[in-house]
Structures are given as structure tokens and as C-alpha cells.
């Protein structure tokens, strides 16, 4: 994620800094309310990791629930989102079969 100066200017004193809100989310919310245009480059390709879900699941899960935590925060919870909470019906298995997955491809 990069910003301009501008911008940042402009949500600074917006954005938590609480521990169990995620940062990206949380800045990226403030900037859209701000109504700050988000420009995403759909051609720009990263390497990414799984070491989220390489991660103990009271810590994977505490990583997903941040993310629903900043929606909440910002008044944008919808039924859709709490969801995907870890605590919904389901989605406590759904990780943790994903994080044995990635476990097992690791080896």
C-alpha cells in the first residue's frame, strides 16, 4: 500500500491506533471516507506468504476478527461481514482447515 502525502495529511488523526484493529483496513476506510479516490493497479503482481495462517489459530483467529473490528469501528458492519467473523457458524472450521492445509504444504 502506498499513499500520497496528501492524503495522509488529510486522515492522520483519523486512523486507530488501537492493537485489535487492522491498520490497512482502518487507513483505507478513513481515506474513503474522506472521499479520497483509491486507485488499485490491477496489473502489479507481489509474492506473498501464508505465514498468517502458519500462525497458532487463537492468533489466526484474533488476526480475522481485527478486520471486522475496523469495519464495526467505521459503522460499515454488515450482515455479510459479521459473517465471516470467527466466532460465526462455520468460519472457526473454514480456518482451521485452511491453516492445516497450508501447514501441510509447508513441510
Given amino acids: ?9 488529510q486522515v492522520r488523526d483519523s486512523v486507530s491506533v488501537r492493537p485489535e484493529i487492522h491498520e490497512d483496513l482502518d487507513l483505507a476506510l478513513c481515506i474513503v471516507e474522506r472521499e479520497i479516490q483509491i ?5 502489479m503482481r507481489i509474492d506473498m506468504l501464508p505465514r498468517r ?12 476478527d ?3 473490528k475496523t469495519f464495526d469501528l467505521h ?13 460465526s457458524p462455520g468460519m ?3 480456518a482451521l482447515r485452511f491453516a492445516q492445509a497450508v501447514r501441510h504444504e509447508a513441510r
Wanted: aromatic fraction near 6%; charge should be positive.
Fill in 1 to 9: 500500500m502506498a499513499t500520497r502525502r496528501s492524503t495522509w495529511l
Fill in 39 to 43: 486507485a488499485q493497479l490491477t496489473d
Fill in 53 to 64: 495462517a502458519l500462525t497458532p489459530t487463537r492468533e489466526f483467529t484474533k488476526y480475522i
Fill in 66 to 68: 481485527s478486520g471486522t
Fill in 75 to 87: 459503522g460499515k458492519m454488515t450482515p455479510a461481514i459479521a459473517a465471516c467473523t470467527p466466532n
Fill in 92 to 94: 472457526a472450521r473454514v
